[in-house]
């Protein structure tokens, strides 16, 4: 199995300000042969299901606001948030789809400061 | 636009099968542009993804959950379920179904339904 590593577990950061989620893979989800990397991205707001913010490892889902960007390759990825706003309190998750089982991060939980 | 909906018992004894059902709406399951699966997460952890189904019986399943998993679809009723035999504490989460996208081999969850509390208890 890919085991997927989130850090930091939580964050806290100010509103209008930059926030960064680091996921890494136990090995590469890179597919050589169309050189894409397959890996999502997702928000979970309490009580609410997971959404989708980027797959591909940065293509943003239509109708996520562009201050969310996915970025890296092979076994390293981020999440970042541009500028904070307040509706983006929520845990995220990565996940890979390079193989089954697919598989999830642990999960960071991003507060304001 | 598709929409999926979780249903069933919100309490299970242990020893016993978990039982739940997704309904989707606003298409069908027999598309062949789409999988279907289910994720779970216990309460205040992270998520697991239990295994996908296409709507001609072909499955995947996680092997962590070895053989108690049993995953089945209706086309006639536009749903499919989920089983899970032998239920200990362990299984108590809130189940999701969502709809696996997949090209090739299976991709990310988009849209997911809003989820059911099941509780393993006596």
């Known amino acids: 199995d890919i085991v997927m590593t989130q850090s930091p577990d939580s964050l806290a950061v100010s509103l209008g300000e930059r926030a960064t989620i680091n996921c890494k893979s136990s090995q590469s989800v890179l597919y050589i042969s169309n050189n894409k990397n397959y890996l999502a991205w997702y928000q979970q707001k309490p009580g609410q299901p997971p959404k989708l913010l980027i797959y591909?490892?940065?293509t943003r889902e239509s109708g996520v606001p562009d201050r969310f960007s996915g970025s890296g390759s092979g076994t390293d990825f981020t999440l970042t948030i541009s500028s904070l706003q307040a509706e983006d309190v929520a845990v995220y998750y990565c996940?890979?789809?390079?193989?089954?089982?697919?598989?999830f991060g642990g999960g960071t939980n991003v507060e304001i400061k | 636009q598709l929409q999926l909906q979780e249903s069933g018992p919100g309490l299970v004894k242990p020893s016993e099968t978990l039982s739940l059902t997704c309904s989707v709406s606003?298409?069908?399951?027999?598309?062949?542009?789409?999988?279907w699966g289910w994720i779970r997460q216990p309460p205040g952890k992270g998520l697991e993804w239990i295994g996908t189904i296409y709507y001609s019986g072909t499955t995947y399943n996680n092997p962590s959950l070895k053989s108690r998993v049993t995953i089945s679809v209706d086309t006639s009723k536009n749903q499919f379920s989920l089983k899970v035999s032998s239920v200990t504490a362990a299984d108590t989460a809130v189940y999701y179904c969502?709809?696996?996208?997949?090209?090739?081999?299976?991709?990310?969850?988009?849209?997911w339904g809003q989820g059911i509390l099941v509780t393993v208890s006596s």
């Open positions: 606003g298409g069908s399951i027999s598309s062949t542009s789409y999988y």
């Open positions: 591909w490892a940065s």
């Open positions: 969502a709809v696996n996208y997949a090209s090739g081999r299976l991709n990310w969850f988009d849209p």
């Open positions: 996940q890979q789809y390079y193989s089954t089982p697919l598989t």
